[in-house]
DNA sequence: GCGGATCAC
DNA sequence: CATGGTGATCCGC
């Protein structure tokens, strides 16, 4: 009933959501989002990019309009039913709440703009994005103030911050950096956390530890080698000659119990200047201080933590107090609710913007209202998503780190300039074949899937798969299906060849997990600016 | 299995 | 001038 008349009333504020200057990201608080809002669109209107949006912005008004028209058909009996049987559900979730393991979420700050700032003094005290003209991974606090972020193309970020520097992407550093953070973390060597690497007579818990093993020499920034270690490579050396104290990549507990090269450096140390020193304590708290000690003194750079009773709590908690602040959720069902009272669901992992749209029109922005809502939602959505639904509003997640699974698909994939022979097409796409060929054969992998996908000029995408009996992995054998897959999208379309992609079939459909997104914890990718890590003190 | 969509980083 | 790339999952066929 309130429908076209309502949706184009709000049409406006639907399409500022969707173009406009998302500020639900660290730093960004406070903005003047009218102005702001005003330059992105007067940038992004009329292009081709923000007619596809126009277009994917009503697709998503009509699942809504399709949502609401099925809550009106909904009866106060089935409501009623629906009640009984969600709240029996979530009376055994709650049955089995687990907050018995202490989960860290750490996050690095800004994390490519902070590892540019601190190999380029110069960039220092000036708005900076990591990217290109096209798009940029993120920018640095400075920058935010602009309402400069990540996923924005650098030539709006310009109009919006005239005097931003934009440095281009440099992967090798940050897998660098990323590898130190990596040693920071190592769980075995700031806890006690049992790994199978460890002899168990070795294991001893953290509060019997005596103060020396948490007492860290502050390295301080006034020496010759200062300047020297803000590059990237000396910053490799200094990591080699550093203090075994901190920057040993072997735990402490492999080492036999009065090592004497450690008393030794602990003696030169001491001897070098008369070093200040800081002891950590034993509390969860003081364990991620010691953390983000650890990868301060190594990198440089400061990262963010949240600790919490399952992971995507601390996934929040980590972003309350960005950047260079930590947060916890003290392991009480009441201080998990109280802070999820208020909590806007669009903070939690797998709530994209589109969710986030969908829910609001059913009055939901909170955890509480998600709460509230919980029968009518098992009526409008899946299982899989009211589940994960429930959950967040209860404020449960997952409470342990799954390993890394076996990788399911490989992909390549690239923009171009229109392409319009189709000869060209072919071409482009057997290189492509030829790259994932080569990706495949470095990990010995093999596939049965392959996919192409398209994007034409005006940002439409489509995919077209095809499945063979046999796996296949050479440049030969993918080109052969996707240019066949090809074909028949020139001859109708002529349509630009945008990617091929080879999806390796894993061929086990029983793993999923419990529920829909949220579960996932670590990328398999090298450079990464998240990582979490389970502790126990 | 396929294709479109959503999401994270 | 100009809006990415990789991997995963879910839904409805």
Redesign the pocket.
């Known amino acids: 009933m309130d429908s076209t008349k309502e949706t184009s009333n709000t049409y406006k504020e639907d399409l500022l959501l969707r ?1 406009g200057l998302n500020d639900n990201k660290a730093g960004m608080e406070g903005l003047d989002k009218e102005k702001i809002n005003k330059i ?1 669109m007067g ?2 209107k009329g ?4 007619g596809n ?1 126009l277009k ?1 912005e009503k ?2 008004n009509q ?1 809504i309009e399709n949502m609401m028209q099925q809550k009106a058909r909904i009866t106060s009996q089935q409501l009623r039913e629906a009640q009984l049987q969600v709240d029996r559900f979530a009376m055994e979730l709650e049955h089995c709440r687990d907050l018995s393991n202490t989960i860290v979420h750490v ?1 690095m700050d800004a ?1 490519y703009a902070a590892v540019e700032m601190r190999d380029n003094p110069e960039l220092k005290d000036k708005p900076i994005a990591v ?5 940029l ?1 993120t920018s640095n606090y400075h920058a935010r103030r602009f309402g400069v972020r ?7 970020a ?1 109009r919006l911050c005239p005097h931003l520097i934009i440095v281009p992407l440099n992967f090798d550093k940050y897998r660098v950096v990323s590898k130190q953070v990596g040693i920071c973390l190592a769980p075995t060597s700031i806890c006690s956390w049992v790994s199978c690497r460890i002899r168990s007579q070795l294991q001893m818990p953290r509060q019997d530890w005596p103060e020396e093993r948490r007492r860290y020499f502050i390295k301080t920034g006034n020496s010759k080698t200062t300047s020297e270690l803000t590059t990237y490579l000396t910053s490799i050396e200094y990591e080699l000659s550093a203090s075994p104290l901190l920057f040993e990549d072997s735990p402490p507990d492999l080492q036999p119990p009065g090592n004497p090269s450690q008393v030794n450096c602990k003696e030169q140390n001491k001897l070098q200047i008369p070093q200040k020193s800081v002891v950590f304590g034993t509390s969860a708290e003081e364990v991620v201080k010691e953390i983000r000690f650890r990868i301060e003194q190594k990198t440089t750079l400061t990262a963010s933590a949240g600790i919490a009773p399952n992971t995507m709590l601390a ?1 929040v908690c980590s972003d309350k107090n960005k950047p260079n602040g930590q947060y916890q959720i003290l392991p009480s069902r009441q201080a998990v609710m109280e802070f999820i009272k208020d909590l806007p669901i ?1 903070k ?11 829910l609001k029109a059913l009055g939901i922005i909170t955890c509480a209202e998600l709460y509230q809502q919980r029968a009518l939602l098992s009526l409008l ?5 009211w589940h ?1 639904f429930l959950h967040i509003s209860l404020g449960l997640g997952s409470t342990h780190l799954a390993r890394d ?13 229109e392409i319009n022979k189709a000869e060209d097409q072919y071409s482009l796409c057997q290189e492509l074949c030829s ?1 994932i060929a080569q ?1 495949l054969q470095k990990e010995g992998l093999k596939g ?2 392959v ?1 192409v ?1 398209l ?1 034409n ?1 005006n ?10 009996s046999s796996v296949v992995s050479t440049e030969e054998e993918i080109f052969a299906i996707a240019k066949e ?1 090809l074909r028949t999208e020139i001859d109708v379309f002529g349509y630009l060849v ?2 091929v ?1 080879q ?3 894993t ?1 086990k459909g029983a ?10 914890l670590c ?3 090298g450079v ?3 990582r979490l890590i389970k502790i126990s003190v």
Do not use: H
């Not at 292009?47 to 923000?50: Q, V």
């Not at 990788?407 to 390549?412: G, L």
């Open positions: 173009m992105i940038a992004t292009s081709r990019f923000y949006e994917k697709q998503v699942r996050d994390f990217g290109s003209m096209s798009m991974s990540a996923a924005m193309p650098g030539f709006i310009k996934k669009r939690i992992s797998g709530i994209g913007k589109v969710t986030e749209k969908m959505f899946s299982e899989t998503s994960y699974g076996e990788r399911k698909s490989m992909s390549v994939e690239r923009t171009f300039n790259e990706d049965r899937t996919t996908k994007k000029v940002f439409e995408v489509k995919t077209r798969a095809s499945t063979v897959l945008f990617l992609k999806t390796k079939n061929n793993s999923l997990a419990s529920y829909r997104l949220g579960t996932k990328q398999p990718l990464q600016e998240r």
